[in-house]
């Protein structure tokens, strides 16, 4: 279960059942940081017009936080795509302070290696993670709707090569269905891809369809053979929760990310 935790004036979420395992997962909110709205204030994404300085002393304060530093840390330019990259520790360091240095074009990064900082980033999109807790493996994705309806959770479980009912899988905050109405199309759509999406959607007084990608991502994990109940689901909608989180569709875009990081210790 995701445990709430306060330190100095950063306040993120962890869970405890993984580190007793060897797997230290932060869920960031945008508590603590320095930037300035509408990125206050621990904006971590480099991408997004906040002032590049303050974004690093972000980073900088968080991981000392975590026990985790900028020469460890690794991050990819995210394109709400199916690419899963392996990596390790000589990958320390990219995009760190330097939004060029990071991967081009992936949604997705694993290692095998301890003291990897992965680092994904988030203003209402889903935080996925899966950690196999006897090889010792950890990857993170990014799962927009776009990356749920290409299912990007199956290619980061596949690009793993384990076996998913040995898997432990988390999913951190993300836009939900409260807040995250859609059209027919997009509906019609994931109905074509999935059996059994209509579960994935519930329909607002006004009659319109509301999108759970949490849901979408569950039983997606659980259809790869994941047990649900090696799922952990952090239950916060990042629109609903301005307070802790940014999100995209409230700010009209323009906003922070917060992050989830994780790094086998
Ligand atoms: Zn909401």
Redesign the pocket.
């Known amino acids: 279960m995701w445990q709430k935790t306060e330190k100095d004036d950063l306040v993120y979420y962890t869970l405890p059942r993984w580190e007793e395992r060897g797997a230290r997962l932060v869920m960031t909110t945008r508590r603590g940081g320095v930037s300035e709205p509408p990125f206050d204030t621990l904006n971590l994404g480099l991408h997004v017009g906040d002032d590049a300085a303050a974004v690093v002393v972000n980073r900088e304060r968080l991981l000392a936080a975590v026990g985790g530093d900028g020469e460890r840390f690794v991050s990819a330019k995210q394109v709400h795509g199916r690419e899963i990259r392996y990596v390790t520790a000589a990958d320390g360091g990219r995009g760190f302070d330097d939004y060029g240095g990071a991967f081009d074009d992936t949604d997705g990064l694993y290692t095998d290696e301890k003291d990897v900082w992965l680092a994904t980033f988030y203003a209402d999109c889903l935080p996925l993670a899966v950690f196999h807790p006897e090889k010792k493996l950890l990857g993170l994705a990014h799962a927009g709707w776009k990356g749920t309806y290409r299912d990007i959770a199956g290619a980061l479980i596949d690009a793993m090569s384990v076996d998913s009912a040995e898997l432990w899988c988390a999913v951190g905050a993300g ?2 269905p ?2 995250y109405e859609v059209d027919e199309d997009f509906y019609r759509r994931f109905r074509e891809r999935y059996d059994g999406a209509d579960d994935w959607f519930r329909r607002a007084e006004s009659g319109r369809p509301h999108f759970d990608n949490a849901a979408a991502n569950v039983a997606l994990l659980t259809r790869h053979g994941v047990r649900r109940e090696n799922i952990d689901v952090l239950s916060a ?1 990042t ?2 929760r301005e307070d802790l989180f940014f999100s995209y569709r409230r700010d009209q875009g323009r906003t922070g990310r917060h992050s989830l990081l994780g790094a086998l210790i």
């Open positions: 836009i939900g409260c807040c909608c629109c609903c």
